[in-house]
């Protein structure tokens, strides 16, 4: 005798699907917010299972606080060297203004270059003693270039220094805040007065600003006149120079730190 195949209640199956529908659809929305822990299963290794070890279930919860991720501490950025080019003016080319007992022009200009060289070499900087036509004024690039000059011996009674930057620029700021550092810190070392009367074409229009790269800012200082200043020329050499430093640190310095 053949038994009785059981018939599934329809009812209880409809029940029960819509019980596994709603528990899926509260599970979906628990587990995110962090209301339902997730209970992942983790594969037993080969050795754990000779061992008869069973590892212990990890659970984890979305609303639990992440560890940071370690990161490297901040480290300092590697310091600018400063970088400047120094001409004696006239070197390897001629001898200047020569006054009528035989003082060169260039050989002042070499004096005090040599000078401020050895004084921004000693300071950690990185500076070249260029010459007047110097081949490596071609596109040169500096965070400063002066050319020192001094003036003549054909004005009795005229003292003073003068500085120029090109007569034209794109964007005359950079020369502008050089001049005027230079301006500032040559006269109060020298004590010599500025005299913008009697800056000239030259200076206005030196070779130079059309030979070095455009982003390299650049002057031309006369540095006093062979006759009526030539005292502090050539016996205070030092006094000449440490102005010019002073200059090139005020500008140099004060932009690395914009």
Not at 103 to 132: F, P, S, T
């Amino acid at each position: 005798m053949k038994r009785a195949t059981p018939v599934a209640d329809p009812r209880a199956v409809g029940v029960m699907s819509r019980t596994l529908v709603l528990l899926a659809f509260l599970v979906a929305f628990a587990v995110p917010l962090g209301l339902l822990p997730i209970i992942p299963a983790i594969p037993f290794s080969p050795a754990t299972e000779s061992e008869g070890k069973v590892p212990a279930f990890q659970v984890f919860s979305f609303n639990q606080p992440v560890s940071p991720t370690a990161t490297a501490p901040p480290t300092n950025p590697t310091p600018t060297i400063p970088h400047v080019g120094i001409i004696a003016g006239h070197l390897g080319n001629d001898s200047g203004a020569v006054c009528p007992d035989g003082l060169q022009e260039v050989e002042v200009n070499k004096k005090i270059a040599d000078l401020v060289v050895q004084k921004l070499l000693a300071r950690g900087w990185r500076v070249e003693l260029l010459q007047e036509f110097d081949k490596r004024l071609e596109g040169y690039q500096a965070d400063a270039l002066l050319s020192i000059h001094a003036d003549s011996c054909t004005f009795p009674g005229k003292s003073g220094f003068k500085i120029a930057r090109a007569e034209s620029k794109y964007d005359p700021w950079a020369e502008d805040e050089l001049v005027h550092c230079l301006t500032v810190n040559y006269q109060e070392q020298t004590g010599l007065a500025f005299d913008a009367n009697t800056i000239t074409y030259d200076m206005k229009r030196y070779h130079v600003y059309n030979e070095i790269h455009a982003d390299t800012p650049a002057a031309i200082i006369e540095t006093g006149f062979m006759l009526d200043d030539r005292d502090i020329l050539t016996q205070h050499t030092a006094v000449v120079a440490q102005g010019i430093i002073e200059g090139l640190i005020c500008f140099v310095e004060s932009k690395a730190t914009e």
